[in-house]
């Protein structure tokens, strides 16, 4: 069955994992991303790991079992509370503990969405990532809580997506560095504006504000320095793992009620690697709203797909998206974003 258009897309971490995951370092998820920051080498990003292990060592007493999520959100609320609450010996800076970890997390991001064929930091591409996206139509969108570049870079054309307003109003920096060479690897004027959004909901590592609120695309969003041996932190527009983002402000306001409104009047929802955490509050209100409005004005769905490993996160999207499904809505379940990419167009069954 084709998709029924329009379409929104959503993409989580799991989709980016499933790209990479042939490589011995692949793009962490919330579990194993410190397991894997301990892996990476070269330019300052071990080091500034290893500082980063310690203080989860000395927080928690151990490594392993620990997620980002989990961590970031403590170091968050502490940070946060110290500034009113203050001990009267030496606190713990917090604060440096939060951007040590939001520098890893950009670092890590490129480290593993690397293209491996390239000595220089390039960011890769992936054929599932392509194949999923020849499925879009102009008048689909693209929702995603990724930092990394995956999914620009897989576009393997002008005809659909392009950095000329594909990414909202209000950014700058469309002529030159890293969309300058994105226009020109496709051999396309740049000039050509985007028919489809994408919106990422959490920022990525080629963004930079301004005091404005507007944001300028990185000329270079695939650098990661060292100094003297020491990591050079670079200035980037990401929401980190807490529980305090700030999405009540632009560039982030507007992203999230363009998102809401796509979601609403969409005919097919497609999930791709996204687990929808139990931390990630805000996500889940913006899911929930949208379900409440379509249910109220009887709006249902055509079609939901879900693609990811874990039979328990598609079950928890089906009971999530269950008042706008009827007898007539088409669900589909796939073990990976492959097996999606794979059988879309294939026959859909209707859930019981």
């Known amino acids: 069955m084709e998709l029924s258009h329009p379409t929104v897309f959503l993409f989580g971490a799991g989709a980016t994992r499933g790209a990479f995951a042939h490589q011995s370092t692949p793009p962490p998820l919330d579990g194993d991303f410190f397991e894997i920051a301990g892996q990476i080498?070269?330019?300052?990003?071990?080091?500034?790991?290893?500082?980063?292990?310690?203080?989860?060592?000395?927080?928690?007493?151990?490594?392993?079992?620990?997620?980002?999520e989990n961590y970031y959100r403590d170091i968050e609320a502490r940070a946060i509370v110290s500034r009113f609450a203050k001990s009267a010996n030496k606190p713990r800076d917090w604060a440096r503990r939060q951007r040590n970890l939001?520098?890893?997390?950009?670092?890590?991001?490129?480290?593993?969405?690397?293209?491996?064929?390239?000595?220089?930091?390039?960011?890769?591409?992936?054929?599932?990532?392509?194949?999923?996206?020849?499925?879009?139509?102009?008048?689909?969108?693209?929702?995603?809580?990724?930092?990394d570049l995956l999914i620009e870079e897989s576009f393997p054309s002008v005809?659909?997506?392009?950095?000329?307003?594909?990414?909202?109003?209000?950014?700058?920096?469309?002529?030159?560095?890293?969309?300058?060479?994105?226009f020109e690897n496709r051999k396309a004027s740049m000039e050509t504006a985007s028919k489809i959004l994408l919106l990422k909901l959490h920022g990525s590592i080629n963004w930079t504000l301004y005091k404005t609120g507007e944001v300028r695309l990185k000329p270079r969003p695939f650098v990661a320095r060292a100094r003297g041996g020491a990591p050079v932190i670079e200035d980037v527009s990401i929401l980190p793992p807490g529980w305090n983002k700030k999405i009540n402000k632009n560039p982030y306001k507007q992203f999230w009620r363009e998102a809401r409104l796509k979601l609403e009047n969409c005919e097919s929802v497609v999930v791709l690697g996204y687990s929808l955490p139990e931390a990630d509050l805000l996500a889940q209100a913006?899911?929930?709203?949208?379900?409440?409005?379509?249910?109220?004005?009887?709006?249902?769905?055509?079609?939901?797909?879900?693609?990811?490993?874990?039979?328990?996160?598609?079950q928890k999207f089906v009971d999530l998206f269950i008042p706008v499904l009827n007898a007539r809505t088409k669900v589909a379940r796939y073990g990976?974003?492959?097996e999606f990419a794979e059988k879309c167009g294939a026959t859909l069954t209707t859930p019981q």
């Not at 990003?45 to 620990?66: C, H, K």
């Not at 909202?168 to 994105?182: A, Y």
């Open 41 to 68: 080498r070269g330019h300052g990003t071990s080091r500034l790991a290893s500082t980063v292990l310690n203080d989860v060592l000395t927080l928690y007493a151990r490594i392993i079992g620990i997620g980002l």
């Open 102 to 147: 939001e520098e890893l997390i950009r670092r890590i991001v490129i480290h593993t969405t690397r293209d491996p064929g390239v000595e220089q930091f390039t960011p890769g591409k992936s054929e599932i990532h392509k194949r999923i996206l020849s499925n879009l139509a102009p008048c689909d969108t693209i929702i995603t809580f990724n930092y």
């Open 159 to 182: 005809r659909l997506w392009t950095p000329r307003g594909g990414y909202g109003e209000g950014f700058h920096g469309v002529t030159s560095g890293w969309c300058k060479k994105w």
């Open 286 to 314: 913006l899911l929930s709203e949208v379900v409440r409005m379509r249910a109220a004005r009887k709006r249902f769905l055509e079609q939901l797909h879900l693609a990811d490993p874990s039979e328990s996160v598609k």
């Open 336 to 338: 990976s974003i492959e």
